[in-house]
Structures are given as C-alpha cells and as structure tokens.
Antibody, heavy 115, light 105 residues
Framework: QVKLQQSGAELVKPGASVKLSCKTSGYTFSTSYMSWFKQIPGQSIEWIGMIYAGDGGTGYNQKFKGKATLTVDTSSSTAYMDLSSLTTEDSAVYFC????????WGQGTLVTVSS | IQMTQSPSLLSASVGDRVTLSCKAGQNINNYLAWYQQKLGEAPKLLIYNANSLQTGIPSRFSGSGSGTDFTLTISSLQPEDVATYFCQQYNSWTTFGSGTKLEIK
C-alpha cells in the first residue's frame, strides 16, 4: 500500500535552516508529483509547492519562494524540503502529500523555531 | 483562488443533518475536495471532484454543488464526526478554505 513516512520533529534556532524528508513506498515515485503543505495548529492548510520526481521540475506558492526548496532522490524514493532563514512564523506542522494531497499524506513533521 | 467556508464553528446533535458551505472566488470546474481532520492527524479525504465519495468513507457523507458554490452534507451526525472540515480547490494549483469546526451539542 502507499506510504509516506516523514522525518521526526525538529527544534531549530532562528536564522537556521532545516531539511525535512518524506520517504515513500507502494507506488512509482519517479513518475509522480509531491506537494508540501504548512499548517499552524488550529489554522488552515497552505500549499507550499510541488515537485515532479521525473525531472525535478517545481512550482511554488509565491509566498514560499525563497523560503522553501523542494528536491527529490529517486534512488531512495524520497522527497525533501529545505526551509531557510527560519523565524518563529515558520513554526508549524509540515506535510508531504502525493500530488495535491487527496488520499495520500505523510503523518506530518512539527518544526519549532525557538532560541 | 480564495476559498471561503462557513460557518467557522458548528454545533449539532447526534443524528442531525449537517450542512457545511464552501465558496470559491471563481469557477473551479468542480475540482473541489472535502477533508476531515482530527487533532494531531493528517487530513482525510472524504469527497473529490465535488461529489465523488472516496472509497471507504461512510455513505452519510455527500458532496454537491458546481461552479463556485459547494456543500458537504452529513446526513446523520455521529460522535466520531467531531473534527474540522476543509474544502480544497485544485483547478488552479491548490488552496484550502479556512475550515469548519464541527462539535456535538
């Protein structure tokens, strides 16, 4: 069955960067799209961007350009998201999801930005 | 595309028929999904393409609407339906509504 397993919670200092991972199984990763989403607890869900694993092509929500960088490693069927220059406003749960989400989501990674 | 959900909070009794609303800022060609999200969990797909029930979802959930106005209906509210419900458009990239929190009265 399809699985998306995300990396564990992160506690990072303001100004630092963090790289989140999303390891997939149960489907053909190399011909699929992966999206990343941000959700501050108690609030709505924001789409950060999407990457096509076939060629690494990306599309970003304008709000997250310069903040997030999406990459993939097709040899391990894993997607990554780098978040840079972190501030307290980046504290949130981050989800990976196949395509635009729908039925297949990771469990989420909590990122806390604090000194 | 902006998505507006109402109400933001809904309190109803077990067995009630419940209706949640979602309005798109422009025509989204029925590329509309509904999700249920419980605390600490990922969103769970209920409805896609405005009115198609996802496999494994109870038939008390249904979706309707077209163009810019959409509705999620729960025909008989159950205690396990307590959650926050989000709509999502995927006609142009994707955006989510602000959510409706559903409580039992």
């Amino acid at each position: 069955q399809v699985k998306l397993q995300q990396s564990g919670a992160e506690l990072v200092k303001p100004g630092a960067s963090v790289k989140l991972s999303c390891k997939t199984s149960g489907y053909t990763f190399s011909t699929s799209y992966m999206s990343w989403f941000k959700q501050i607890p108690g609030q709505s869900i924001e789409w950060i961007g999407m990457i096509y694993a076939g060629d690494g092509g990306t599309g970003y929500n304008q709000k997250f350009k310069g903040k997030a960088t999406l990459t993939v490693d097709t040899s391990s069927s894993t997607a990554y998201m780098d978040l840079s220059s972190l501030t307290t406003e980046d504290s949130a749960v981050y989800f990976c999801a196949r395509g635009y989400g729908f039925a297949y989501w990771g469990q989420g990674t909590l990122v806390t930005v604090s000194s | 595309i902006q998505m507006t959900q109402s109400p933001s909070l809904l309190s109803a009794s077990v067995g009630d028929r419940v209706t949640l609303s979602c309005k798109a800022g422009q025509n989204i060609n029925n590329y509309l999904a509904w999700y249920q999200q419980k605390l600490g969990e990922a969103p769970k797909l209920l409805i896609y393409n405005a009115n198609s029930l996802q496999t494994g979802i109870p038939s008390r959930f249904s979706g309707s609407g077209s163009g810019t106005d959409f509705t999620l209906t729960i025909s008989s509210l159950q205690p396990e339906d307590v959650a926050t419900y989000f709509c999502q458009q995927y006609n142009s990239w994707t955006t989510f509504g602000s959510g409706t929190k559903l409580e039992i009265k």
